[in-house]
């Protein structure tokens, strides 16, 4: 079945290092979107890319989405203890259907 | 505004005992539907989704069941609750905007414990 990977499971920086996650998906995506999760709450949506090659940016967040449209990536530059959390990727299929799948996540820890 | 209602936020259940939780949208009509489980300290699994009344579709064998009586309810049941059953389940919905719908909002989860 489809598979979306996520990399690292967790991340330990420094207030003010950056931070990145990966996303990887077995097959081509017709969506990529990106969650946060606070710890002991839900996943909030951050943003969905759509188009191959595409990047977004959130302030110091910056989102990308391959060219084959089967990976992403999350950048945090400078992080901020308000950045803890998990960061989950979550993709749907080319063919179509409306379930989303979703990556392990990667837990960030902001040591300030 | 929309909203997505869930309950109950937590429970303990002993082993082999039924299960029902419940998530209401309000706000919006003919919604997707959702319920996720995410495993402490893991990503989210789903399993189950809706796009309508009475279609359910199951991503996953397990002992849970969904239903979906009214357009903006959806129900998550067991009959008889196994450990592996713990976890933090979400519900969540989306627009049914053709094949690239939009974000998906969360409920703010059921935390389930099975002793």
């Known amino acids: 079945g489809q598979q979306v990977m996520q990399i690292p499971q967790y991340q330990h920086v420094q207030e003010g290092e950056d931070f990145t996650t990966y996303c990887n998906s077995s097959t081509t995506l017709s969506n990529i979107q990106w969650y946060k999760q606070r710890p002991g709450g839900h996943p909030v949506f951050l943003i969905q890319l759509v188009k191959s090659g595409e990047v977004k940016k959130q302030k110091r967040l910056t989102f990308q989405f391959g060219e084959a449209k089967k990976n992403s990536s999350l950048h945090i530059t400078a992080t901020q203890t308000t950045d803890v959390g998990t960061y989950f990727c979550?993709?749907?299929?080319?063919?179509?259907?409306?379930?989303?799948?979703f990556g392990a996540g990667t837990r960030l820890f902001v040591k300030a | 505004s929309q909203t997505i209602h869930q309950w109950p936020a937590t429970l303990v259940q002993p082993v082999g005992s039924p299960l029902s939780l419940e998530c209401t949208v309000e706000g919006t009509s003919n919604p997707n539907l959702y319920w996720y489980r995410q495993a402490a300290g893991r990503g989210l699994q789903l399993l189950f989704y809706s796009v309508g009344i009475g279609q359910i579709s199951s991503e996953v064998p397990q002992n849970l069941s969904a239903s979906r009586p009214q357009d903006r309810q959806f129900i998550l049941s067991s009959k008889k609750l196994l450990l592996s059953d713990s976890g933090f389940y979400l519900c969540?919905?989306?627009?049914?905007?053709?094949?690239?719908?939009?974000?998906?909002?969360f409920g703010e989860g059921s935390r389930l414990t099975v002793l």
């Open positions: 969540a919905w989306s627009v049914q905007a053709g094949v690239n719908t939009g974000e998906l909002f």
């Open positions: 979550a993709g749907r299929k080319n063919t179509g259907g409306f379930k989303t799948i």
